[in-house]
């Protein structure tokens, strides 16, 4: 199955910066998306995101699938932007668009 | 809407028990997946089914797990026996079509092997 790494491993900002997450994958994807592990456990769903880019509020994501990478922008972040990004990507082309994770980022927004 | 149901929400067994979780997924959701969390990593699949039948079961570890999902709705993933192993959060998830809408996680079963 195709490999997910993401970094940094772990990440602490001040309320009020920015960051950039990074995904890097071992093969072409047609299926791409950016998760949320809140400090709850609930995993949200940010961005289904295979090329190009988008921009939801204060977050942003890029996909440059030709050199295998995406990028997940916060900006102004906030404490509860606090919890764990996963990258995540299609198993196979006949795999029904279950998920390789990767390890996450865990990223921590102090006041 | 309703979001994907699972219970219970936290599990203590000693080793070799059993144990038996439940996800009801979003009406309408014919895709059904059962993800195991180990601590500090991110969620694997153990097994995607489309209505009732498998699509991918390829990482389930067929002598101890076991997943039904009759009748295309509700899912049960069983452990037995249990090893201190699969001290894991477990969770289901399930998708109309995930390249439009996503996929929707449930809170997920915290399952603790003493």
């Known amino acids: 199955g195709i490999q997910v790494e993401q970094s940094p491993p772990d990440l602490i900002l001040q309320e009020g910066a920015n960051s950039t997450l990074r995904c890097n994958f071992s093969?072409?994807?047609?299926?791409l998306q950016w998760f949320h592990q809140n400090p709850w456990g609930q995993l949200i769903n940010l961005f289904y995101i295979p090329s190009g880019t988008k921009q939801n509020g204060r977050l942003s994501a890029t996909t440059v699938a030709t050199e295998r990478y995406s990028l997940l922008y916060i900006s102004s972040s906030q404490t509860t932007d606090s919890g764990v990004y996963f990258c995540?990507?299609?198993?196979?082309?006949?795999?029904?668009?279950?998920?390789?994770f990767g390890k996450g980022t865990s990223l921590l927004v102090t006041p | 809407e309703a979001g994907v149901a699972q219970s219970p929400r936290y599990k203590i067994i000693e080793k070799r028990q059993s144990v038996a979780f439940w996800c009801n997924p979003i009406?309408?959701?014919?895709?059904l997946y059962w993800y195991q969390q180990i601590l500090g990593q991110g969620p694997k699949l153990l097994i995607q089914?489309?209505?009732?039948?498998?699509?991918?079961d390829s990482q389930l570890p067929k002598d101890r797990f076991s997943a039904e999902r009759l009748k295309g709705v509700d899912s049960t993933l069983k452990i037995q026996p249990a090893k201190l192993e699969d001290s894991a959060v477990y969770l289901c998830?399930?998708?109309?079509?995930?390249?439009?809408?996503?996929?929707?996680f449930g809170s997920g079963t915290r399952l603790t092997v003493v």
């Open positions: 995540a990507v299609e198993r196979g082309s006949n795999s029904g668009y279950a998920l390789n």
């Open positions: 089914f489309q209505n009732n039948g498998v699509v991918d």
């Open positions: 093969d072409s994807v047609n299926n």
């Open positions: 998830a399930s998708s109309l079509d995930p390249r439009l809408w996503g996929y929707t």
């Open positions: 009406s309408g959701h014919a895709t």
